[in-house]
């Protein structure tokens, strides 16, 4: 006697188990593309460091400069920069080329110093004593006064007072250079006088008893 076969059911046979995972098909336009990048950002980074290689020392400001003074080296620091040919700044070995000159324009600290920064002029401090002055507006002639200016400091009353001096007293003086005004339109104004003259002149600032005037002909 012989036992009746079992129907196998169509489908649920035993599945074979792999361990292998299927290959994807490899695009090679994908490869290339990568490679492609690789090959940029190699070269990019060269470049960066090839060019940081290359950097030159240059002049900066240590120091915010105003308009009209005179450049010394406390003023300077050196910096790394990587040639430009849209910058001109001056070489650090240039540094006694500068020295001694005054400045064309209120320098920023830590701007490049060009050579068209400063400009030669005389030296109007030689022999004399620089005091600063802070004038008001109207007290100085606006927008006239540079560095070289030879002006007269004149003694005005004090406040209040009602009795104006016939010829009132006055200073000679150079100008040395003219601060920014700051928000009320206040300038310093640095000038340079002879030692004689310096504590008068300090005083009558310290008291806002000044104004100056232009000298005729002075270059300014």
Do not use: C, F, H
């Not at 995972?21 to 950002?41: E, I």
């Not at 400063?118 to 030296?123: L, N, R, S, T």
């Not at 009132?168 to 005004?181: C, E, N, R």
């Not at 340079?192 to 000044?210: E, F, K, R, S």
Request: charged share 10%; aromatic share 0%.
């Amino acid at each position: 006697m012989t036992k009746p076969r079992q129907p196998v059911e169509q489908g649920l046979g035993p599945v074979p188990i792999t361990t292998s995972v299927p290959r994807r098909a490899r695009r090679p336009m994908l490869a290339a593309a990568g490679a492609a990048l690789a090959v940029v950002g190699a070269l990019g980074a060269y470049a960066m460091v090839n060019q940081a290689g290359d950097r030159v020392p240059v002049l900066a400001l240590a120091r915010a400069v105003p308009k009209g003074q005179v450049l010394t080296a406390q003023d300077l620091t050196v910096a790394q920069v990587a040639p430009d040919p849209a910058l001109a700044p001056v070489p650090q070995q240039d540094a006694s080329q500068v020295l001694g000159k005054t400045a064309t324009a209120d320098l920023a600290q830590g701007s490049l110093l060009t050579r068209g920064s400063v400009a030669a002029g005389p030296d109007v401090t030689a022999g004399k004593t620089v005091v600063g002055v802070l004038a008001k507006p109207g007290q100085l002639p606006a927008g006239m006064l540079e560095p070289g200016s030879s002006v007269q400091v004149v003694q005005t009353p004090a406040q209040g007072e009602g009795k104006v001096p016939a010829a009132p007293l006055t200073i000679l003086a150079s100008v040395v250079s003219v601060g920014s005004p700051d928000a009320n339109g206040n300038s310093v104004v640095d000038l340079a006088v002879n030692p004689g003259d310096a504590p008068q002149l300090a005083v009558w600032a310290a008291l806002g008893q000044v104004a100056i005037t232009l000298q005729s002909g002075s270059a300014g």
